[in-house]
């Protein structure tokens, strides 16, 4: 069984994040949920790159968020 992970060209987790959020607005988890749903398991968006980018997007201003508890 070969790896079929696929290398990510500069930018692309951007764009993507951008379009899981352009619809609704999720938590990280719903945004890496997505990324995965529509590549079919290709991309796994790991938290050590997931949370700098949002972090990075929302400096920029391409984004905002906001603190919440959830029921648990």
């Not at 995965?36 to 991309?43: A, I, K």
């Amino acid at each position: 069984m070969g790896d079929d992970r696929v290398e990510l060209v500069p930018g692309t987790l951007d764009m993507l994040v951008l379009k899981a959020l352009s619809a609704e607005s999720s938590h990280g988890f719903g945004v890496a949920r997505w990324i995965e749903e529509v590549t079919g398991d290709r991309l796994t968006v790991e938290e050590g790159a997931l949370y700098p980018a949002l972090h990075r997007m929302e400096e920029r201003g391409w984004l905002t968020s906001e603190w919440r508890k959830t029921d648990r």
